[in-house]
T-cell receptor, first 109, second 114 residues
Framework: QKEVEQDPGPLSVPEGAIVSLNCTYS??????FMWYRQYSRKGPELLMY????GNKEDGRFTAQVDKSSKYISLFIRDSQPSDSATYLC?????????FGQGTRLTINP | DAGVTQSPTHLIKTRGQHVTLRCSPI?????VSWYQQVLGQGPQFIFQ???????GRGNFPDRFSARQFPNYSSELNVNALLLGDSALYLC?????????????FGEGSRLTVL
């Protein structure tokens, strides 16, 4: 079993839709939970991060962590074609990030 | 300010050869980490260096090695290349040893092994 599981998609939605991206993890020691966005042939770009359980909002993006169920979510409101990318969840372990497989998202105009 | 810079951006090698990849961290960052990203997968941790010392190592064979220089730049070396080493190699820098949301990636070096 992988430490972090993420549905690879691909996920295709119309512009303006609400997008929900999810990961599950197995290591209860994780405290910081990152979301990265990666455009094709580029390096990952940090979107936002959350400490422990709870929600964090940044513009159209909301990150949510439920440590009791080991579940991580990223919600995108009013999705735009420029949001089309691969989204990677990455809990922080000791001296490293443990990445999910990434979900490939396409927003159709 | 310049972000994390990596070189070369693309390279092609043949099996059995050796490769050296280079990374310059963001100014002021003292920690450099290396990740391997195979096509269609998330990045996998290879090494972390902080203040020129190895502070973490992922599950990679001894063919993989790295070092960090006094100016905090870093090199990743891979010996006896295999076809399966074809991947995007990502360098990331952070201020300190713990990321706490401050890990920044470069654009990567795309290695193709034939």
């Amino acid at each position: 079993q992988k430490e972090v599981e993420q549905d690879p998609g691909p996920l295709s939605v119309p512009e303006g839709a609400i997008v929900s991206l999810n990961c599950t993890y197995s290591n209860s020691a994780f405290q910081y939970f990152m979301w990265y966005r990666q455009y094709s042939r580029k390096g990952p770009e940090l979107l936002m991060y959350t400490y422990s359980s709870g929600n964090k909002e940044d513009g159209r993006f909301t990150a949510q962590v439920d440590k009791s169920s080991k579940y991580i979510s990223l919600f995108i409101r009013d999705s735009q074609p420029s949001d089309s990318a691969t989204y990677l969840c990455a809990p922080q372990g000791a001296q490293k990030l443990v990445f999910g497989q990434g979900t490939r998202l396409t927003i159709n105009p | 300010d310049a972000g994390v810079t990596q070189s070369p951006t693309h390279l092609i090698k043949t099996r059995g050869q050796h490769v050296t990849l280079r990374c310059s961290p963001i100014s002021g960052h003292k920690s450099v980490s290396w990740y391997q990203q195979v096509l269609g997968q998330g990045p996998q941790f290879i090494f972390q260096y902080y203040e020129k010392e190895e502070r973490g190592r992922g599950n990679f064979p001894d063919r993989f090695s790295a070092r960090q220089f006094p100016n905090y730049s870093s090199e990743l070396n891979v010996n006896a290349l295999l076809l399966g080493d074809s991947a995007l190699y990502l360098c990331a820098s952070s201020l300190g040893i713990l990321y706490t949301g401050e890990l920044f990636f470069g654009e990567g070096s795309r290695l193709t092994v034939l």
